[in-house]
């Protein structure tokens, strides 16, 4: 590592392929080892999961440290790890009282949180704001602690007022979930009493952890540009639109990019063939039949032919799943369209797609649960992909699907509206558009901006075109992680 390397110390609750349950996964793996490839250095700190700790094979003990929680001291033991996917340490807060359990980092089996998230996040911010001043005397001590969503939103609000200390940047990976806790838990977890303002991190009552990334750090992004100002709005500001308004001086929008060596289908080890955007077919089609032949023993000739509609994400409000539910009876009704959704979330959701794929099996294909295989495949053998989120912070399955010549529909909101031009006369002409946009935040919309990709599905060369524009685009870190640097450096 160069001399004089600024050291970036993320903290983060999740990073791929370690532990993840969406987007911020994919961006704790993609964003650091940007910056790190651009000279920085880094180190990555996670909960020590069980699932997480499986993983390690060699590790070295830091150090321990004693942190509040709930109920007196509780010890963590931080240790440090090199591990084949990652071009810098990794540091993880091993304390088994309150990481060491299955499934998910934020829900037990049955879906629900864990009880005592709130202490399981402050513990961990906590040990991250002493790692952040050199807390175990290893001589390392960051420039910049870079903080990712509710669970370290307390990190700033720890450093802030401590001598000497680092920048604190706070990225907001989705308003939508804010940390939010009754006040007996602020008690409970001893924060300091003068935080509780509203001006701190009171809000309604509570505690948000999220509003205390925001009131503390001194400098907040998130992740798109577009929003970045939504967020702002009262239609998208989830309560916290007036604050982040005060807060514009010191918020902005950086787009994710996409780690396109993961994501490449001239390259992806998940896939049974590759192409690209010289040579889209036969290639796509052959991962279209290994896509209809995972749910169906024989994809004929009928079957390869009729267009295949994608879906990859968590089944929740505002992936728009209600809107999907809604235009699935008529296009099947109107159309031979097939359709293959994967995602896991509310039950209702699951339930409804669930019966929706017993009712008609050779033309709605299902799964529940988490596959990263099978979103790889999706992508690839898909022919059109299906995101119309009501909101959406950035998203990186548009990306991914633009990359492997699979054409988004998407509602024009946050990343997606930053990302996707829609397919009209004067779009094509030009060849900017790369998928379909709808702007009218309602089902029928979205199903008739469905039809509208059909009709140019049916006309090959101009589709051809449609997947090449996607295809040839680069989603790549190099302009966002020098947006980073510089926010770093200010
Ligand atoms: P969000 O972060 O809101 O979940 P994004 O589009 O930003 O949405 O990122 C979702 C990431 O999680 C993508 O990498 C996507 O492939 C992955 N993903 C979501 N649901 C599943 C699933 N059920 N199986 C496999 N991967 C999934």
Request: proline residues 6%; contains cysteine.
């Amino acid at each position: 590592m160069k001399r004089g390397a600024t050291k970036v110390l993320f903290v983060s609750s999740e990073a791929y392929p370690l532990i993840k349950t969406g987007g911020l996964g994919d961006v704790l793996y993609s964003l650091p080892h940007a910056v790190h490839a651009r000279g920085a250095d880094i180190r990555l700190l996670l909960p020590g999961y069980r699932a997480l700790l499986r993983q390690l094979e060699q590790v070295r003990i830091l150090g321990w440290m004693d942190v509040r929680g709930a109920e007196g001291m509780v010890t963590a033991r931080v240790l440090e790890t090199r591990h084949p996917d990652f071009a810098f340490p990794l540091w993880v807060v091993d304390c088994p009282p309150l990481f060491d359990r299955p499934g998910n980092p934020y829900t037990n089996a049955s879906g629900q949180d864990w009880p005592d998230n709130a202490e399981r996040y402050t513990v961990f911010s906590r040990v991250a704001a002493q790692l952040a001043m050199d807390g175990l005397e290893h001589g390392w001590k960051p420039d910049v602690v870079h903080a990712h969503d509710w669970q370290t939103g307390l990190v700033a609000a720890f450093l802030a007022d401590q001598p000497g200390r680092p920048k604190t940047v706070f990225t907001i990976h989705n308003l939508a979930y804010s940390g939010f806790f009754p006040h007996g838990e602020f008690i409970r977890l001893h924060l300091p009493n003068h935080w509780w303002s509203s001006e701190g991190v009171e809000f309604h009552g509570g505690l948000s952890m999220l509003k205390a990334g925001i009131v503390y750090a001194d400098a907040i992004t998130t992740v798109s540009p577009t929003y970045a100002a939504e967020i702002c709005t009262p239609e998208f500001g989830f309560g916290l639109d007036g604050l982040l308004q005060s807060r514009s001086y010191k918020l902005q929008g950086i787009l994710n990019g996409i780690d396109e060596n993961l994501w490449n289908p001239h390259t992806d080890p998940r896939l049974p063939a590759h192409y690209s955007m010289s040579r889209i077919q036969p290639g796509k089609r052959r991962n279209k039949q290994a896509l209809l032949e995972r749910f169906m023993p024989h994809a004929d000739e009928a079957a390869l032919a009729a267009p295949l509609l994608g879906l990859v994400g968590r089944l929740v409000e505002q992936k728009g799943i209600d809107w999907v539910l809604a235009a699935i009876p008529v296009l099947l009704a109107e159309t031979d369209v097939r359709l293959v959704l994967l995602g896991s979330g509310q039950v209702v959701y699951e339930q409804k797609l669930t019966r929706l794929a017993r009712q008609y099996p050779d033309r709605v294909f299902v799964e529940i649960g988490y596959d990263e295989s099978l979103a790889h495949l999706i992508e690839a053998g898909a022919d059109l992909f299906l995101m119309p989120s009501r909101f959406e912070p950035c998203g990186l399955n548009q990306m991914y699907s633009l990359r492997y010549g699979t054409p988004p529909i998407v509602y024009k909101t946050g990343g997606l509206a930053d990302t996707v031009v829609d397919a009209n006369e004067v779009t094509l002409a030009d060849a900017s558009a790369n998928g379909f946009v709808f702007d009218t935040p309602d089902a029928s919309t979205f199903l008739a901006t469905i039809h509208r990709a059909l009709a140019l599905y049916r006309q090959p060369a101009r589709w051809r075109r449609l997947q090449q524009t996607g295809m040839q685009q680069s989603f790549d870190w190099a302009d966002s992680a020098a947006h980073y640097l510089a926010l770093y450096a200010a």
